[in-house]
Structure formats: C-alpha cells, structure tokens
C-alpha cells in the first residue's frame, strides 16, 4: 500500500493574487494537486505545475456545487494516493472557510496536514478600501461576525445584542443578504442610526467596489449602487475614514492579457500590476535549447575566428553562455569579440555575464542593428549571429550586402508550452490590451488556437514589442495598435501606460 500524502490547507489570501503567503505559493507550487473554489484566485492556480490536478469545487452561498462532506472525502482519497494536495482557500482557511471541518476529516482518516494562514478578508477588504480596522481614539477593537446564519428564522442570534453593544469596529462576513436585519438590529440594540458604515464588494479585487454611509442609510446606497457578493460590512467610526492608497496607478482598472515566456511573462506581469493593471496569462511559451547541438558545438570551437557576436534577444545571450560553459569552454573564449545587442533588454543580460555591448542601436529593432553594424564592420569582420529558429531574416539581408562573412547558427526555439490550451484559457473576452513579446509569441498563439477568437480582437488593443512581432502579427490579419518605442518590459508598460491615459 502507498504511503500517505499530505494535505496542506492554504489561505489564498482576500482575491489579489499577490496577497498569497509565500508559504502558501511555495506549497502550492509543488503540490500533485490543488483543490479550490471559487474565492480563490485563478491566476494563483497558474502557479502549479504542469502535471499537478486542479480540481474546483466551487462553493458560493445558495450554490454549493460540492457539499463539504464530498470535500472532506476528495481530500482524504487524493492524500490516500499518496499525493501532495493544496485545499486553497479564499482568505484564512479558519476564518469562516469551514478548514476545521476538513481537519477533523483528515484527523479522522490519519492523513498528515498542515495549515498554512492566509490574509483573511476580514482585515484585507478594509485595509484595501481606505478603512483602518482600529484607529487611536475611534477604535480599540475589532469584532468579525458571521452574517449568514442570522436569517434561517428571519431573526438574530441570542448573541447579537452583546456583540451590537461592543464599542469597536464590527465587520459582518456573508451578511450582504440580511444587510437590513444586521443594520436595523445594530440600531435597535442601541447603536446611533448616524453610526459610520460601509460596504466593500471584491476587495483587493479588480472590480473592488466600495459605499459609505451611516445605519440609517446604507441599506438605500447599497440597494442603489447594485453590490454584490462578496462583500463585507463595517460599522463603527472608523468606516468613515478614507485613508485608501495614493500611490501613482495609472493602469488602475486595466486588464492586460499576456505572451510569452515564464521568465518574461514573470517580469511584464510584476511590472504591470505594480502600475495598478490587472493581468491574465493567455498563453505561455517554453524555450527549446539547441546550445548543445553540433551547430552550436561548432561554433564555440570556432570562437576565435570571429570578431562580432550579435545578440537579437535577452535568451540567446543566456542560452549562448550557458551553452558555452556547458561545452567546455569558459568566457575568455570571447575575450576578443565585440558584442552587437538589439536592445537594452539584450544589453542588460549581457552586462550579467560581466559584457558590455559594443553597439546598441538606438531604436531597438534588428532592421536599425543591421544598418548600424554595417557602419561598423568591414571585410576583414567576422559575425557569428545565435538567434532563435523563427528569428528576422532581415539582419541576414542586410548583412550579405557587407564584405563580411556572417555564421547565422539556430541556438534555440520558442514553443507553445500548452499545446492544448483551452479556448477558456486563451480567451481575450473583457480585456483591454493583448501583449506579444516576439514574432514566436504571436505565431504559437494562433497556431494553439487564439485565431478562434478572431472576432474579440477587435474590441481590444494589440501591443508589440517591436516591429518585427507587428509584421508578424499582421501576417494573421490584424495590425498592432501599439509598438512599444523600448524594446522591453517597460517599453510595453510605458505604451500601455500612455495610451491608458
Ligand atoms: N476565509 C475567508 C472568508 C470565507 S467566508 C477569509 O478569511 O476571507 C466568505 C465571505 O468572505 C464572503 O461572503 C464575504 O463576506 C467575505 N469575502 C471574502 N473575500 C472577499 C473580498 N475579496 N471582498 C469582500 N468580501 C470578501
């Protein structure tokens, strides 16, 4: 029999996917499987692995799709297989995330857990809104309640009165359908009908939504305003304050959805969401390495009869010196090469490797690389170019109208790291700008099926790197709205940011 796994219960944090623990992704990143619902983040599941099981079992008040007895029985069955599985829970797991329960089921069957803590929306929702939860002078508490089990008999518990009676900051969870029984009850246990209140829906969300008033009328704001589920209601002073983020987000309420490889993807995505946008994975690209292949061998073994490389992207110049290492060389075989880099982006990666780049064009494309590096070379100039299979042909013209003699060698190729990525997945409905990151990126897209979504690409914006990704782009049939003037990752953000504007 096969030893049992583990079930680790993780609090995904209130909805931004940033707010998980680092605990919690680290668990969650190498788990076999993830059970989850619907308060959970989907960007978060991205973070698993390839082959870990994502299983929903969405459950939102009135529509239980798996009831909690099904859940504590999954957990227990996948763990009896010996798998590492994540319970992802939206908040904190105990925090009216019945995680007790599951434990007890896992207690019960001998399957070994762990609870790893979440930021509880309780706190984050508040904080997110502009609302401090205690405050010197307004507030020296803080009491959660449930709003959910108060109506099954259309009254309150026994305990309401007691807790309508504490002086400090009340927050109801799942209260929004009883929101007139929690007011008038809050009132008629001795509260002022001008006491502060406020409604957050989707805190820490996108769609994040927030009403202020007092008991006497939020119920009308609320109504008027259209709030949904989830929310949380405040009571108390501090409901008044508005102490919400000033710092600059000038993609504030921007959805982005993104190409490109994990790396890329990784940096565009920080950098996005640091600007305040919100951003979707369309579809992620894996690099396929030839540095080790006999082209690649031959080269390195060449090394001295060359007096240039050229570099047209950050990962040929890490693929290149990996490669390098890896075949037996060290860095003192270019000792004597000067380095051509078509961006900043390659520049900077070279500089890692302790390189400068000697000519960097000032326009980021190959065409203006290739136009530069003809003013630079002679007869006497030899040029070994590693480049991606699906790399511009454009340096190569260029190049064989000069004296010099060029190798143009495939180092490697970019691919479509979700063959089958499902329509869902790569869907564009709702946003507002599509990046392509290079001409690799845009083909994999359609060729996994992002020409299915022909129709919506015209209700969103296409942002490429450079001119190269737009040429190819065009090719399917649709012209780039933006290029980015800076061949990087902020070249696309700042694109974005100003046209945002
Ligand atoms: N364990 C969770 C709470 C689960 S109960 C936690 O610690 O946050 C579900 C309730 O939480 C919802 O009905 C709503 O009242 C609240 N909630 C969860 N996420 C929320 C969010 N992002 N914004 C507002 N309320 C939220």
Redesign the pocket.
């Known amino acids: 029999m096969k030893e049992n796994g583990v079930v680790y219960l993780v609090?995904a944090g209130?909805?931004d996917p940033e707010l998980i623990t680092e605990k919690g992704l680290s668990r969650l990143k190498h788990c076999d499987a993830v059970v989850y619902d619907s308060?959970a983040s989907d960007l978060l599941l991205r973070e698993v692995s390839a082959d870990c099981e994502k299983i929903y079992v969405g459950k939102r008040?009135g529509s239980h799709s798996m009831k909690q007895e099904e859940i504590n029985r999954l957990l227990v069955e996948l763990a009896k297989k010996g798998l590492s599985v994540v319970r992802l829970?939206?908040?904190?797991?105990f925090?009216?995330?019945r995680g007790g329960e599951e434990v007890l089921a896992l207690n019960k069957a001998g399957i070994p857990y762990e609870v790893v803590s979440?930021v509880?929306?309780?706190v984050a929702?508040l904080a997110s809104a502009g609302i401090p939860i205690t405050h010197r002078g307004l507030s020296r508490s803080f009491h959660v309640m449930t709003g959910h089990t108060l109506s099954e008999e259309g009254t309150l518990p026994p305990d309401f009165d007691a807790f309508a009676k504490l002086s400090g900051t009340l927050v109801f969870?799942?209260?929004?359908g009883n929101l007139s029984l929690i007011v008038n009850g809050l009132i008629k246990e001795g509260k002022s009908g001008g006491t502060p209140a406020a409604v957050?829906?989707?805190?820490?969300?996108p769609g994040q939504r927030i009403v202020r008033g007092t008991l006497s009328d939020i119920e009308e704001r609320v109504r008027e305003s259209g709030i949904k589920?989830?929310?949380?209601i405040v009571a108390g002073e501090v409901a008044a304050l508005d102490f919400s983020s000033t710092a600059k987000a000038p993609l504030k309420g921007c959805r982005i959805g993104i190409t490109g490889t994990p790396s890329f993807a990784g940096k565009l995505h920080k950098e996005l969401t640091s600007l305040g946008g919100t951003v979707k994975h369309l579809l992620s690209l894996s690099l396929v390495s030839y540095k080790t292949g006999d082209r690649m061998k031959e080269a390195y073994k060449e090394l001295s009869g060359y007096t240039w490389i050229t570099f047209t992207s950050a990962n040929a110049v890490r693929e290149f010196f990996s490669g390098l290492v890896e075949c037996g060389y060290d860095y003192r075989a270019v000792g004597h090469v000067k380095f051509a880099s078509v961006g900043n982006g390659t520049a900077k990666e070279l500089l890692k490797y302790g390189f400068r780049s000697d000519y960097t064009p000032e326009n980021y494309q190959v065409r203006d690389l290739a136009e530069g590096l003809r003013k630079l070379i002679s007869g006497k100039d030899r040029i070994l170019i590693p480049r991606s299979s699906r790399g511009s042909r454009e340096l190569n013209q260029i190049l064989q109208e000069t004296e010099a003699a060029f190798d143009d060698v495939v180092l490697y190729d970019v691919v479509s790291q979700t063959p089958d990525a499902g329509k869902e997945d790569m869907a564009i409905e709702g946003l507002d700008y599509v990046t392509f990151a290079s001409a690799s990126g845009v083909e994999a897209f359609f060729e996994t099926g992002g020409q299915q979504e022909k129709e919506w690409f015209n209700n969103v914006k296409v942002v490429c790197i450079g001119d190269i990704t737009a040429e190819a782009l065009e090719r399917y049939g649709r012209n780039a709205d933006l290029v980015a003037e800076v061949y990087s990752v902020s070249g696309i953000a700042q694109a974005i940011c100003s046209d945002w504007e």
């Open positions: 609090g209130p909805g308060l008040a829970k939206g908040g904190d797991p925090v009216f995330g979440g509880t929306s309780a929702a969870l799942m209260g929004l957050i829906e989707s805190g820490t969300l589920s989830p929310a949380i």
